[in-house]
């Protein structure tokens, strides 16, 4: 999905958000202020833990990269849904990123008419370098952080995850 479509879309539920606060059936304005607050030092957190690659790698292709490392494989139209893109668009990201030597493609043993992108060495290696560069500098932010605080907001990252279909894998992240 284009930067611009993923604003229109954020804008679109920025604005159902208000509507449902202004009519009390949401979070209160000031819930709303508190998390839109916490989860923009997260995200800055995360982008900033990754800055040094630059323009090496856009982040739509780490962010796939991420999604097709972390599930071993996946076909075209799973990520494009995972990513909220056409399947077209996400064909043309997974071409980039095979030139890059991140993914490669092939037929996968269920159906051989069906085509699987997966993760090159060379991609699980910048995976698990970005995975290791969000931790470190979450684990300074979380240093931060009350042990009660820490505590709450795994909790509720929990929560958001579940509701969101994601799971974590493994242990809880401090």
Same mark, same amino acid.
């Given at each position: 999905m284009?930067?611009?479509?993923?604003?229109?879309?954020?804008?679109r539920r920025?604005?159902?958000?208000?509507?449902?606060?202004?009519?009390?059936?949401?979070p209160?304005?000031?819930?709303?202020?508190?998390?839109?607050?916490?989860?923009?030092?997260?995200?800055? !957190?995360?982008?900033?833990?990754?800055?040094?690659i630059g323009?090496?790698v856009?982040?739509?292709?780490?962010r796939?990269?991420?999604?097709i490392?972390k599930s071993?494989?996946l076909?075209?139209n /799973?990520? *494009?849904? !995972?990513?909220?893109?056409s399947?077209?668009a996400t064909? =043309?990201?997974?071409d /980039?990123?095979?030139?890059?030597g991140l993914?490669?493609r092939?037929?996968?043993?269920?159906? =051989?008419?069906?085509?699987?992108?997966?993760?090159t060495?060379?991609?699980?290696?910048l995976?698990?370098?970005? =995975?290791a560069q969000? +931790?470190?500098?979450l684990? +300074?932010?979380?240093?931060?952080m009350?042990?009660?605080?820490r505590e709450?907001?795994?909790h509720?990252?929990?929560?958001?995850?579940?509701?969101?279909?994601?799971?974590?894998?493994?242990?809880?992240? *401090?």
């Open positions: 284009a930067l611009g479509t993923r604003l229109v879309h954020r804008d920025s604005q159902l958000m208000a509507h449902d606060i202004a009519w009390g059936s949401g209160s304005q000031l819930d709303m202020t508190r998390v839109e607050s916490g989860m923009t030092a997260l995200l800055e !957190a995360c982008e900033r833990a990754v800055e040094t323009s090496a856009p982040p739509v292709q780490l796939a990269l991420l999604i490392d071993g494989s076909n075209l /799973r990520l *494009a849904a !995972a990513l909220g893109a399947a077209s064909s =043309r990201l997974c /980039r990123m095979q030139a890059a993914v490669t092939g037929r996968t043993a269920a159906s =051989r008419r069906e085509i699987a992108v997966l993760t060495e060379s991609g699980r290696r995976a698990d370098w970005v =995975r969000r +931790r470190d500098v684990g +300074r932010v979380l240093e931060g009350s042990p009660d605080g709450a907001l795994a509720g990252l929990d929560e958001l995850a579940a509701d969101s279909g994601q799971t974590s894998s493994g242990p809880p992240q *401090a």
